[in-house]
């Protein structure tokens, strides 16, 4: 499993984002298939910011996770 990679901030942007994608394709009349590939980002968007990691930022070796954002004390050099 890969290590944490998203900030908090772009933990929340995704978590918005999956709900406003989710609430526009529900808002829809019917599901075509454009919806359900929505529905699925919207899902991939959840789970990433649930969960913190991202599989193509890890690919692209992008790190937006500040050690600082969790539970993990700051470490101070003396």
């Given at each position: 499993?890969?290590?944490?990679?998203?900030?908090?901030?772009?933990?929340?942007?995704r978590?918005?984002?999956?709900?406003?994608f989710?609430?526009?394709?529900l808002?829809?009349?019917?599901?075509?298939?454009?919806e359900?590939f929505?529905?699925?980002?919207?899902?991939?968007?959840?789970?990433?910011?649930v969960?913190?990691?991202?599989y193509?930022?890890?690919?692209?070796?992008?790190?937006?996770?500040?050690e600082?954002?969790?539970?993990?004390?700051?470490?101070?050099?003396?």
């Amino acid at each position: 499993m890969i290590e944490r990679n998203l900030g908090n901030i772009e933990r929340v942007v995704r978590l918005a984002l999956a709900a406003l994608f989710v609430a526009w394709a529900l808002s829809r009349p019917y599901l075509n298939p454009v919806e359900c590939f929505v529905i699925a980002v919207a899902f991939t968007l959840m789970l990433n910011g649930v969960f913190a990691r991202c599989y193509l930022w890890y690919i692209w070796d992008i790190n937006t996770h500040d050690e600082r954002d969790g539970n993990t004390p700051p470490t101070t050099v003396c």
